[in-house]
């Protein structure tokens, strides 16, 4: 019997793990804010208001995931459909962020450090957490730093002349390719653990202007001028970027799923992007 996953907000995370899942048989519903087509999942739309449809895949299907962003009384999926999920014994995996974690002046962080975000957005992220880690059957965390992959790259902003190098002095971050994401998802659904947070990034955390600067190397492009930070003079969405400066452990996923990122560091991430 095919198996079915539910992924509550069909966005570019959840995209590749359709992609993965699927060519093994699994059957991928995902929803978005309206009805879309999609190569490999069926779509319902989803703005924000009850459905019977959704809420019953949430009670019945083998594995859900979540990735809508969360507002200020944290996740809306768990909130709307909270007698669904109170009554889910299934896998489910809710995508948060390591930004939970807030500056560590470029120290390294774990699983189990206090959370200490530094701006709302990942505050949001603390709130949602908590509720899924609440449920009768709790959610697995996966606190996710900078995402990239095709189509979401240095490369893709070097050829729209969006790229920066934006340089803070001590600024360390780590990241992680898409795939890799999807990998350590596709694991944990086959080796369940409820309740239990992962970080899921590369071994390699870096300074963000060292990927701009391999990128344009590897397109054979002169790299954008150096721009001192303070200097930037950055909107605040884009400045949140370089607020918090941490070396984030991917140590738990290693040992508890027997998961090795494919791209270690970014420069073999880059490199498969532009050999695809």
């Not at 924000?48 to 979540?66: F, K, N, R």
């Not at 003079?233 to 607020?243: E, K, S």
């Amino acid at each position: 019997m095919a198996r079915t996953l539910l992924c509550l907000g069909h966005g570019y995370v959840a995209q590749a793990l359709s992609r993965l899942l699927a060519p093994n048989g699994w059957r991928v519903i995902g929803t978005r804010r309206a009805a879309a087509a999609d190569e490999v999942a069926e779509i319902l739309p989803f703005d924000g208001s009850p459905s019977l449809d959704i809420a019953t895949y949430i009670e019945t299907v083998d594995a859900v995931l979540v990735s809508i962003p969360p507002d200020d009384g944290g996740d809306l999926p768990v909130r709307v459909f909270a007698n669904a999920f109170h009554a889910r014994g299934g896998w489910t995996g809710y995508l948060s962020t390591t930004g939970v974690y807030g500056d560590r002046a470029g120290g390294w962080v774990f699983e189990d450090d206090v959370r200490a975000p530094t701006s709302d957005p990942p505050r949001r992220r603390v709130i949602a957490e908590d509720q899924y880690l609440a449920l009768p059957t709790p959610a697995h965390i996966f606190r996710l730093p900078g995402i990239y992959g095709p189509g979401r790259s240095a490369f893709d902003r070097l050829r729209t002349g969006d790229a920066r190098r934006v340089v803070k002095p001590g600024l360390v971050l780590s990241r992680a390719h898409v795939d890799d994401i999807a990998a350590v998802l596709a694991t944990s659904i086959a080796k369940p653990n409820p309740g239990r947070a992962y970080n899921v990034c590369d071994d390699e955390p870096a300074p963000p202007q060292d990927v701009v600067t391999h990128a344009a190397l590897l397109l054979g492009v002169e790299p954008p001028p150096v721009i001192a930070f303070a200097d930037a003079a950055l909107p605040a969405a884009t400045a949140r970027f370089y607020m918090d400066s941490k070396r984030v452990s991917n140590a738990r996923a290693k040992a508890e799923l027997d998961w090795r990122p494919q791209f270690p560091s970014y420069r073999e991430g880059l490199a498969a992007i532009l050999a695809s």
